[in-house]
RNA sequence: GCCGAGGUGGCAGAAUGGUUAAUGCGACGGACUGCAGAUCCGUUUCCUGGGGGUUCGAUUCCCUCCCUCGGCUCCA
């Protein structure tokens, strides 16, 4: 197990990092209330906590990566009584299509998405554990509240001091509450909204506790790793820690707390309250998966990352192109020469350097997930593959596979080239082919007039083409 | 108001108590090309919010001020 450090929300500093089971590591991340599509802000989470799983497994650590669905809330119930459907229905919809967008994204890591109304027994077993052991009581309408007060600590992850929490706009001063810093754990039921059965009467989970019954059932009373945006601090988190700890009687509830900065647009956070998103799909379809992966892991995981529509993606699919045709040169490469045999062997200093490099990505990234900092390795390591004297053609397989394997390695951490052989020269569309030889008889006669037309045309449909010295290739890219 | 994170080149964004402040994008020049693109080479020389302090030396450590963003019971 390679050691590693990771930034410690709670303690604020870097620490290493020590499994309390190893090789096991439980890890959770909060997941989204599927009540909207998701954006691009939501991909920069959930993307960089994959690449964490991603280097985890790597690293020889056998980690349970929970991320939870949060199925059933006020959002969801007043948008689907907009559209006049069922709110659990509107979130498997919503959660579908976050799944098939994450899919597209190479978010491949997560081993379970359990949905909070799932876990309702364990809900109401945590709220009457709490209740019991004094730590929320039972409003008069039937809602059960957890009472801060009884939880000295609470405030030491966000450094809030409960006394100075503005009562403000959105700190309800709900006659039910004994103080109105306490939050609800289970709401009672409104008639119409899905409704469960419990010692209370008839309600349904609040939202702090069902990630704390979650964590306690599937991870125990104490875990390593939690995740989530940094706007979920507090009081989500800080509710989190409260509950589970109170619950459990065990603390710290969680040993590594992660927090991923905001995404913004145009200084502001982007999000759904606000209106300023580009929703996943778009950008999705738009540019691929792979420049919105480098975009999102071109940046430390912790500070914000200003995202501009008309740059950002642009810019990262033409540096993301620096590393990809490489990528799929060696590919082409490689196949050749699995069916030529031998070939050279690589001057052994290159040869060493790749060796030493993919070492060097891995302790980058072990320095608390500096995915920036590996990037950048790669990008060196291209330029060293571009400079002159580096004769890629005719090695043998092994060597290629030497060579390749810094960007094998960006692959399988940072989930690069992982949109399926996008490269071209293949067989896979032999129209192209044919545009290309009557594209190449044209230019062989000099009618140039005819050339650019099927160059055109081949653009307009998606397919870019270059002549190379070693002849056109070509390849598909967003159509405008 | 309180709590937290930040202010670095045209843009995005790293890093370190000390030779030319990473990397990418963009721009400019060149090679190559029928052209374009891609690629390669070169350039983009005096970029670390303001003011103090510590130090031989500060972008980095300390103080202060200004500004931005986030949170303050919706949020990834």
């Not at 993307?47 to 985890?56: E, H, Q, T």
């Not at 709490?130 to 992850?157: I, M, W």
């Not at 009562?167 to 899905?194: M, Y």
């Not at 992966?293 to 430390?300: A, K, S």
Request: net charge negative.
């Amino acid at each position: 197990m390679r050691r590693f450090t990771v930034y410690d929300s709670r303690t604020r500093e870097v620490r290493l990092f020590a499994p309390l089971h190893p090789p096991r590591v439980g890890m959770y991340v909060c997941g989204l209330t599927p009540y909207a599509a998701a954006h691009v802000g939501h991909a920069r989470t959930f993307v960089f906590f994959d690449v964490v799983a991603r280097a985890l497994r790597r690293w020889g650590y056998r980690l349970f990566y929970v991320q939870n669905v949060t199925n059933l809330d006020d959002k969801l119930i007043a948008r689907a009584a907009e559209e006049g459907t069922d709110p659990l229905a509107l979130a498997e919809r919503h959660f579908a299509e976050y799944r098939a967008a994450m899919e597209e994204l190479g978010v491949t890591s997560v081993n379970y998405y359990p949905f909070a109304t799932d876990y309702v027994p364990e809900i109401v077993a945590q709220v009457r554990v709490l209740v019991d052991r004094g730590f929320a009581y039972r409003a008069p309408d039937g809602s059960v509240y957890f009472s801060v007060a009884k939880f000295p600590k609470f405030g030491e992850l966000s450094g809030q001091n409960v006394a100075a929490l503005r009562p403000g706009a959105r700190l309800e001063l709900d006659a039910d509450k004994r103080s109105p810093e306490d939050f609800v754990i289970w709401k009672a039921a409104t008639p119409g909204e899905p409704a469960w059965e419990s010692p209370w009467g008839p309600g349904r989970p609040g939202w702090h506790v069902e990630d704390t019954a979650i964590t306690e059932r599937l991870l125990g009373a104490r875990y390593d790793l939690h995740g989530g945006g940094i706007d979920l601090i507090f009081p989500h988190h800080e509710a989190e820690i409260a509950l589970s700890e109170s619950a459990t009687g065990e603390a710290p509830s969680v040993n590594y707390w992660m927090h991923g900065g905001a995404l913004r647009l145009a200084g502001e956070k982007m999000s759904k309250s606000l209106g300023n998103v580009l929703p996943l799909s778009e950008a999705l379809e738009a540019f691929g998966p792979g420049p919105v992966r480098l975009f999102l892991t071109n940046v430390q995981y912790r500070g914000p990352l200003e995202f501009d529509r008309e740059r950002s993606l642009p810019e990262a699919r033409e540096a993301y192109d620096r590393l990809r045709l490489p990528y799929d040169r060696f590919s082409a490469l490689l196949a050749q020469a699995g069916a030529a045999g031998a070939g050279r062997e690589p001057p052994e200093e290159l040869a060493a350097q790749a060796t030493s490099l993919v070492e060097r990505l891995d302790t980058t990234l072990a320095a608390d997930f500096d995915t920036r900092g590996a990037v950048a390795l790669l990008f060196g390591w291209v330029r060293r593959l571009a400079e002159p004297g580096v004769e890629l053609d005719g090695l043998s397989a092994p060597a290629l596979e030497l060579l390749r394997s810094p960007l094998d390695w960006a692959r399988e951490v940072l989930g690069l080239f992982a949109e399926g052989g996008a490269a071209s020269g293949s067989d896979e569309a032999p129209g192209i082919e044919v545009a290309l030889a009557a594209r190449a008889r044209a230019r062989g006669r000099g009618d140039f007039a005819e050339a650019d037309r099927i160059r055109a045309e081949l653009a307009h449909r998606g397919i870019e083409v270059e002549d190379r010295s070693d002849g056109p290739r070509w390849r598909r890219v967003p159509v405008g």
